[in-house]
Structures are given as C-alpha cells and as structure tokens.
C-alpha cells in the first residue's frame, strides 16, 4: 500500500461534526421579517406557514449566495456527517424595537431550525438563537433557551456579545450582566458558541469585521475576569479562530511575569472553532491553543462559499484545508473532526445499514435513551435509492469532498 493511500485512509476515519452551521429558510420567512421591521409588531407576529416541502426546497435548491449550488450540496460535498444549526447571525435583529420582535423572530428561527432537523434526520441539530433585546434582561432571555433545550432538543446556544449591534457599547462578557446565561447554559448543561449578529451606524465596521472584532474582546475579557472561576462547568466557544488573539497572542504572553499564569493555559479554558480559510491560519490556531482545544467549524454555506480561482475549491473546504496541513497525527484529525465535539456536546452514536451504505446518526444522552428499533424502521423508510445525495450519512469509501468545486 502507498504512503498516500495510507494517509487517505487515515483521514477518512473520523466523521466530520460540523458545529458551525447557519440555517437555511425560504423567501417567505425572510419576507416575514421585513413585514415585522415595518410594523413594529403592530399586526401581530403570527409566522407565514411554511409547508415541510417548502422548508426542504430551501436546503436542497441552488443559491446564488451559496455559490449557485444548495445548503445540502455544500454539507454532502464537504463529507459533513452532522452539522449543528443556529440562526443566521446578520439576520438576528437583537438591537430593533419593540423586543417583542425580536422575540417572535428567534422563536420561529429556532422552530424551523428544529424542523429541518426532522425533515434530514441525523442531518442536522440545534444550537439556539435567544432573543437578545437590549430592552430585556438577560434573564428573560432564558425561557426561550429552555424552551430550545427541553422541547426542541437542542444542544447548545449561540450567545451575541453585541446585542445592540453596533450602536452602542456593550458590556464585556466578565461583566455579571451576562450571569443568567452562564447559569442556563451550566444548569441545562449545553455549550455556549459566541456569535455577534449584525453591526450599524455608528459603528465603523461592517458585520463580517465586526464578528471578529467582537470575538477577539470577547477572549480578553472572559480571561480578565473571574468566569471561569465562578462557573467551572462552562463551556464556551469562540468561532471563527478566536478572533485576533492567537495572530497577536506574542502581546499577552509577557503576563506571566506579573500573574504567575500562562497565557497560553488561560486561551486553554475556551473552545476554539476552525471557521478560517487558510491552511497557515489554521495551523497557527491548531499549534497555539492546541487541537485538543478546536472544533471543525465551516460555516457552510455561508461567507467562504465561493470559488477560489487560484485552486478551484471552495473558500469554505476548510476540511480539506485541514486534510493538507502533514504534521496532524491520526489522533489530532479525530479530535478536530470528531471527538471534541463529541465529548462537548455529549453526542452519542448509533449506526445501521442504510440504502446508501451506513447512515450514521448522532444522538444526545437525552435521545438516546428514547431511541428505539422502531424509530431505526422509519428512518429506514424515508429514503430511496434516488435520495443518497441527502442522506445524512455516506458510505465509507474515496475521499469526500472531492465531488463538485
């Protein structure tokens, strides 16, 4: 056998967990909320109806933003076994008014979330959006996290530092404002992925510059604070690399003269995600926060989904980023696809033989216990021969995301 069909199989071991994933909706939910941001709520919040067909259409439909090809062809194209779902950051609309607006809009965002993940079983899961008003208190914000947890299954939440997007100011996360979330997300026992929505005037950056921003004060201000202290059983997710501070990480680690710490051991109390789309910005995160620190992240479809002319892959392949970077063992690939995401979010599998091959499905402890052989029939039943480009698990075999560029 040769040393590259060795490596191929290798780095075909793992499944690829995907925990950086935005939703997908039909034009219908989009035009909803333009209707709530004209009326103010002043007609009500009742959402459109949205038929299952219509829900699925918009996974499985080309998209011009998508690069002209569809949410489930970028996820199967990338070998993606199980992407988790939050909404939209840009579309959030944390800073408009009145809140019940915004209420009414992440409720029904995190509904379709759930419900694509009936409609492409063992697909997808749900990480949800809270309703993060300025006008509420972080602590009103709960309800709709429990509810997303207990009701919907989902499994983690997605937390926006800046919910008045860039008006005004907000606090650092060490702040105790920001305690309600923490207590939820320990108590429900769920991670936290920080995300920034969307970013105004008077604000300087544009949204994409402003998640950056936002994530790289976000490191600072946690490690600076007592959180970790206070909540030992915190998990919290910093996308994107971590913002700026692996890049400039040289800068904190003087620090250990003064407090005795390693910088580099505080980076450690966070999660990190791969969503970066060059092979040398990712192997500076892997070498500096360790890849027992990082989960795959590829926010497809999404900002990276496009062509590169120079290689003809998608920015956003960042598995196969992933895949070209040597000096990753076996053991380094599998937490990086795999088993990080796993251990954090408590994923369990189960595996049965498929039309397609072995479809892999992907439970919480909670489900786990609930699944049963009847539950494996249906899931069975819902697919034919002509539907394997959707199964939510491939067969095994050639190396995935080799397929369209």
Known sequence: MSAEMTTSNRREASMKIDVHGHMSAPDSFYAWKAGLLA???????????????????SYLSPHPSFGNISHMEHVTGAGIDLQLLSPRPYQAMHSEQPAKIVEWFTAESNNLIQRAAELFPGQFKGIAGL??????????????????????????????????????TPLALGDRYWYPVYEAAVELNVPILLHSAGCKPPAREPYSLHFIQEETIAVWSLLESSVFTDFPDLHIIVPHGGGAIPYQVGRFLPSIARSGVSYIDKLRQLWFDSCLYTQDAL????????????????????????????????????HLLIDDIEWLDETQRLQLFESNARSLFRLLQTSWPGPSGVLQILTTERECCEYDENDRQEQRSQYGPQDRDVLPGRQRGGRRGEGRR
């Open 283 to 318: 192997e500076l995160l892997f070498k500096t926060v360790g890849t027992d620190r990082v989960l795959f992240g590829s926010e497809k479809p999404g900002t990276g989904s496009q062509i590169d002319p120079a290689t003809g892959r998608w920015f956003d392949d960042i």
């Open 39 to 57: 009326h103010r709520g002043a007609h009500g919040g009742k959402p459109p109806v949205i038929s299952d067909d219509e829900l699925r259409e």
């Open 131 to 168: 309703p993060q008003s300025p006008d509420l208190e972080p602590k009103q914000w709960i309800a709709e996290l429990r509810r997303a947890v207990t009701e919907l299954g989902f499994v983690g939440l997605m937390l926006n530092t800046d919910p008045y997007e860039g008006t005004k």
